[in-house]
């Protein structure tokens, strides 16, 4: 199981310190989200200030940009790192596209099938010749000329592609057509058991796939400190942040799993933005299955026991995962107890 770091979201000077140090304490890779800074400018600087490492989105919001731009940058990323790019795409929600990005919404998960196929098209051209010929319910794709096309094939064109979800249906899609699946940190291990790994397991027996060919990735909240009183106060923030994504009826799947019904009360407050009482109504039940609990000195064990053999690479959500909120050696203890060390 490989470690990953996520970049916190700060400036481009800021990611790279710590994508520099997150390699000096001995991670295997280095993610990025797209949240308030571009993601690719973000991958390029890990990239750059931590050689050797994997990068990638983790993730970037497709529908957002056209599957071409999308094909330009991931390929220049691919070429510039020697194969360690993993281009990490989400559909992000409706709103968010359509009032946020003022880009066309459409339904999501055929929608990234074909943003996908479009991706390997263009890139099959860039690489092959082969005529660019891609025509679909929602892109087309039927120009290339040389002057556009990047010099020649490159030496790692096979660019791995992972998606991002919660719910079965894009789970499924990751196991038609993906070479990853990020799962949402808000999971709990039976949901993986109960729904994820089934669903992907189904898309891929769909297509003839096996479905270990899906790398599954993820990180994990936390709930950690060295006193009681910053246990508590992580706690706090977990369950507040649990609070925030279980009022949106897109993480309801996970609530079912486990008949937990405070979904609909959850997202009755949020509309009258009654943001601070909203953590009252998670119950203990869903913060012990949602996060991982242990004191720092014990953390990485937990992360171990809870993620071995149910997730190929594993990384902290950012409630804990600051690399200025725990010491060199803090981090290191971490990292080998989740290596079995």
């Known amino acids: 199981m490989k470690i990953d770091f996520y970049l916190e979201d700060s400036s481009l000077k800021g990611g790279g310190e710590q994508a520099a ?41 497709a529908f957002a940009r056209s599957p071409m731009v999308i094909a330009h940058t991931a390929w220049d990323l691919a070429s510039y790192t020697g194969g360690r790019f993993v281009l990490g795409l989400g559909t992000q929600i409706k709103a968010h596209i359509e009032r946020r990005f003022s880009m066309p919404w459409g339904p999501p998960a055929a929608r990234m099938a074909e943003y996908i196929a479009a991706l390997r098209a263009i890139w099959d051209n860039w690489q092959t010749g082969t005529p660019l010929r891609f025509r679909g319910d929602f ?13 020649g094939p490159i030496v790692h064109p096979n660019i791995p592609v992972h998606l991002a979800g919660v719910g079965p249906g894009m789970a499924r899609l990751a196991g038609e057509v993906a070479d990853g699946y990020h799962i949402h940190p808000f999971h709990t291990p039976r949901y ?3 729904v994820t790994v089934p669903a992907i397991k189904a898309g891929a027996d769909r297509k003839g796939r096996a479905s270990d060919q899906v ?20 706690r706090r923030q977990v369950r507040q942040q649990i609070a925030f994504y279980a009022s949106t009826p897109s993480y309801r799947p996970v609530l079912e799993v486990h008949g937990w019904d405070f979904g609909p009360a959850l997202g009755a407050l949020a509309k009258r933005g009654r943001w601070a009482e909203m953590a009252d109504l998670v119950p ?3 913060v012990a299955e949602v996060a991982v609990t242990a004191p720092v000195d014990q953390l990485g064990a ?3 026991a809870r993620c071995e053999g149910r997730l190929d690479r ?12 725990l010491s060199e050696e803090g981090w290191k203890t971490i990292l080998a107890q989740i290596r079995g060390g």
């Open 21 to 61: 140090r997150a390699r000096e304490l001995g991670f295997d890779g280095i993610f990025t989200s797209e949240t308030a800074h571009d993601p690719f400018l973000r991958t390029m600087m890990a990239a750059t200030v931590a050689p050797g490492l994997r990068v990638g989105t983790s993730v970037a919001v």
């Open 139 to 151: 892109y087309s794709f039927t120009l290339m000329s040389p002057f556009f096309s990047p010099d």
């Open 192 to 194: 993986l058991q109960e």
């Open 215 to 234: 790398e599954l990735v993820s990180s994990v909240m936390v709930i950690t400190g060295s006193t009681e009183a910053e246990m508590e106060e992580s």
């Open 284 to 286: 203990d039940e869903a």
């Open 302 to 304: 937990a992360i171990r």
């Open 314 to 325: 594993v990384g902290v959500y950012g409630l804990g995962s600051g690399l200025s909120a």
